[in-house]
């Protein structure tokens, strides 16, 4: 493959010629020596400086060490970036100067020259000629962006001033700017609507914004599988690896000059200094000089090379292949730069199945890849296509649930189910699926009306003559889940252990998310029972096999993480507790795009006992708002046991904070809501949370209600508890307290603390 030749104006640019013909001239009338100021100097710019002093000063100096001026030879032309740390040195050895008539370039940002003009005011009162440094782009990062242009590759750009760099590399080309954080359908229509143009897409934070970038390419027409041309990323998701993800790096850090200097020296550089401004301190350049060193190859074969115009990793390669060296290619653009041909990854499987328009196969790959936003999107086009076809409303409920719009999920699922009758034993297994899915869903949102589809979907199974399936376990995960909200843990436990065995030996592997799935799920249930030091081991399990298998940005490595943090939790990790759900909360909105969702609901109020726990009640307080929001006006998410508990949670912090009409006006809200969850007023949450409500009555005065609350409430758990029972024994002391003693305990047994309330938090494989 040949490269494209140099541009024109890899020549520079008119100011910095200006600047070079100014410093060449001073230095050749300046033969008794002078000190010269090149202010606001850029480290960009050095390369181009010292290239163009060097054509009339072949002995050059570059120094970043001032106290090598001492051992410059007389007449000597050098060019000092300074350090502000040697001012005093500069200030008590200016005679140097005169004395060996040194011609002398301070190449200094304006920092060090104004520390400089305080620290050093003597040596500063020298300089007979102060010049500015003219702006300008780092050549390397130009060089790259031209040759990803040439060669079809798209690029990420970490740091630097793009425009600049841009303007200089392809003038002539327009950009146009999305932001990759963008909603998907709103950023495929500004790819579309950007025909030719460079698309310039920030806000490129994580694998999860680069995935859904390339798949809104390929949906715009703007790229095929493998091929990412015209598009240059920004944000923090930079990646190793050349084209692993469709886009090469343009690295744009520079090594420092007194970094650069000491490695060139170490590989046995002389003027080395000089030969890492020529190699423009870029990295990968100055590995490759040292490597070259080492083999044996002459500086002054080097310095001819570097001292030519153009690209030095272009240059140095040819001395590479002739010396048998490895030239350091520390960024995906530098191997575009040399010759050889970045390895194209294959493709996600979305992307193939996008820009075939298999928008079914697409949507049911998004749902595995965590992007349910996505798979909504495709699943819609794939219904509006086939209007009859109950796979694509199929994949769209279930994406839908993924996506927290658990109303629609569940009337789109009803009407498959009711579509889809099968006419053949063959037909079985699918129609069980879909009455599965509908069951995970009504589940998610009230678990005792599960039961029915449930029931349906296991005899479905159980009617086939053929061997269970991976499919099968999803509906004995949700059998699994009813029990567990029926209060029967040894049974769901009993049932989860058979669902993981099961799944392990279908798939002949631990190590799969469909398995780390109902090992989370029993985590839940051992943690329930009590069992915490092994719930935590399986919990990391389903975390580490979850991340190797769908990367840090995918929702059930936000489950796990929230799961793992209510064990730190109750364990009195707090700090840890909390780094968990941080990162839990950043993957759930990343993926949702919103806080609507009853997953990030959970996360909010879990959050929100830890910083109560550490003594935030202000940001506590804010947190139980949000989520109590949330539960109240999403559908799935309001179910009356989250509501109550977002009340229950919220009363405590109220009257931490010594409002005690707050807290009663969430406690006379949650109690009708417990009562309707367990069926009766006769369940001790029910009474652990009355007798909450009692104590916050005595304290505003009432009483006589007050008093009522407490004795209904030990008599219902005298009655259910026993007498025994520390609930029971705590609210009988409770009972004796003077009137105006406001009881402000956290309400006994209003929340499960184990995480076993919600079927929803048991998604599927």
């Known amino acids: 493959m040949a490269l494209p030749p140099p541009a024109p104006d890899d020549a520079p640019a008119p100011a910095d010629r200006a600047l070079h013909e100014r410093l060449r001239l001073i230095l050749r009338l300046g033969e008794a020596g002078v000190l010269v100021l090149v202010d606001g100097a850029r480290p960009e710019r050095l390369g181009s400086l010292v290239r163009a002093l060097a054509a009339d000063e072949p002995e050059l100096l570059v120094h970043a060490d001032a106290t090598l001026l001492a051992r410059a030879p007389k007449g000597a032309a050098v060019v000092l970036v300074p350090d502000a740390a040697q001012a005093g040195w500069l200030n008590l050895e200016r005679p140097i100067l005169a004395e060996r008539a040194l011609r002398v370039i301070l190449f200094s940002d304006a920092a060090t020259s104004a520390a400089l003009a305080r620290k050093a005011p003597d040596f500063f009162h020298w300089i007979s000629h102060r010049l500015e440094c003219p702006p300008g782009p780092w050549p390397p990062a130009v060089w790259a962006i031209r040759a990803a242009d040439e060669q079809g590759w798209g690029i990420f750009w970490e740091e630097g001033d793009l425009d600049e760099a841009f303007a200089e590399a392809l003038p002539a080309s327009p950009r146009v700017r999305v932001s990759a954080a963008a909603p998907y359908a709103a950023l495929v229509e500004a790819i579309r609507a950007a025909g030719g143009a460079w698309i310039e897409a920030c806000d490129v934070d994580s694998s999860f914004e680069l995935r859904r970038l390339r798949w809104a390419l390929v949906e715009a027409g703007r790229r095929e599988p493998l091929v990412t041309a015209r598009v240059v990323a920004r944000g923090r998701a930079v990646m190793p690896g050349a084209g692993s993800m469709g886009l090469l790096e343009v690295d744009s850090r520079r090594v420092p000059l007194a970094q650069a ?251 799969d998310p469909r398995v780390a799935a109902s090992v989370r799920d029993l985590a839940r249930v051992l943690f329930a029972q009590g069992k915490a030091p092994r719930a935590r081991e399986l919990l990391e399990q389903a975390l580490r096999i979850e991340t190797k298998a769908h990367g840090d940005w995918h929702p059930r490595v936000a489950n796990s993480l929230r799961d793992l943090a209510r064990i730190l939790f109750a364990e009195s990790d707090l700090g840890g507790a909390r780094e968990l759900l941080d990162r839990a909360l950043d993957i759930q909105l990343r993926v949702y795009g919103t806080e609507e969702h009853p997953g990030i609901a959970d996360s909010l109020h879990l959050l929100a006992r830890v910083l109560f726990a550490q003594g935030d009640l202000s940001n506590a307080h804010q947190l139980l708002e949000r989520a109590l929001r949330i539960r109240t006006n999403v559908e799935g998410a309001n179910t009356p046991k989250d509501i109550s508990a977002s009340l229950a949670s919220l009363s405590i912090v109220l009257l931490s904070q010594g409002n005690l009409a707050g807290a009663r006006e969430a406690l006379e809200r949650a109690v009708p809501l417990l009562e309707r969850v367990h069926g009766t007023a006769e369940h001790p949450e029910v009474a652990a949370m009355e007798g909450n409500l009692g ?64 079927a929803r938090n048991a998604p599927r494989s």
């Not at 140095?316 to 194209?344: D, F, K, M």
């Not at 994406?399 to 006419?423: C, K, S």
């Not at 129609?431 to 979907?457: K, N, T």
Request: negative net charge; aromatic residues 2%; proline residues 4%.
């Open 695 to 758: 104590s916050v009555l005595l304290a505003l005065g009432e009483t006589e209600r007050g008093i009522a609350l407490h004795r209904r409430a030990y008599e219902t758990l005298r009655a259910q508890l026993g007498p025994d029972h520390p609930v029971t024994r705590d609210m009988a002391r409770r009972l004796p307290r003077a009137v105006g003693q406001a009881d402000a305990a956290e309400p006994h047994a209003v929340e499960d603390d184990h995480g076993t309330r919600k």
């Open 261 to 511: 200097i000491q490695e060139l020296e170490a590989g046995g550089a002389e003027r080395a200094g000089r030969l890492a401004a020529l190699l423009d301190l870029e990295r990968g350049a100055v590995a490759t000089a040292v490597r070259l060193l080492a083999a044996g190859l002459p500086q002054a074969r080097l310095d001819d090379v570097t001292r030519a115009a153009g690209d030095p990793m272009q240059r140095l390669w040819p001395l590479c292949s002739a010396n048998g060296v490895s030239p350091v290619l520390r960024a995906g653009t530098s191997l575009l730069r040399t010759n050889i041909a970045p390895r194209r990854d294959a493709a996600f499987l979305c992307e193939r199945l996008v820009s075939e328009r298999r928008w079914l196969d697409a949507a049911r790959g998004a749902i595995v890849s965590g992007d349910p936003i996505v798979a909504i999107h495709w699943a819609q086009r794939a219904l509006a296509e086939d209007r009859g076809s109950v796979d694509a409303a199929r994949a769209l409920g279930v994406a839908l649930a993924e996506g927290g719009q658990l109303g629609r999920a569940r009337e789109i699922l009803r009407d498959a189910v009711a579509q889809h009758r099968p006419a053949a034993e063959g037909e079985l297994e699918g129609h069980a699926a879909l009455v599965d899915d509908l069951a995970g869903v009504i589940q998610a949102m009230d678990l005792s009306g599960a039961r029915p589809q449930l029931e349906e979907a296991l005899t479905l199974l159980d009617d086939r003559d053929v061997e269970p399936s991976p499919g099968d376990a999803n509906a004995l995960r949700w059998q699994a889940q009813y029990l567990v909200a029926a209060g029967n843990l040894t049974g769901a436990r009993t049932k989860l252990e058979e669902v993981s065995s099961l799944l392990t030996r279908m798939l002949g592997t631990e190590e």
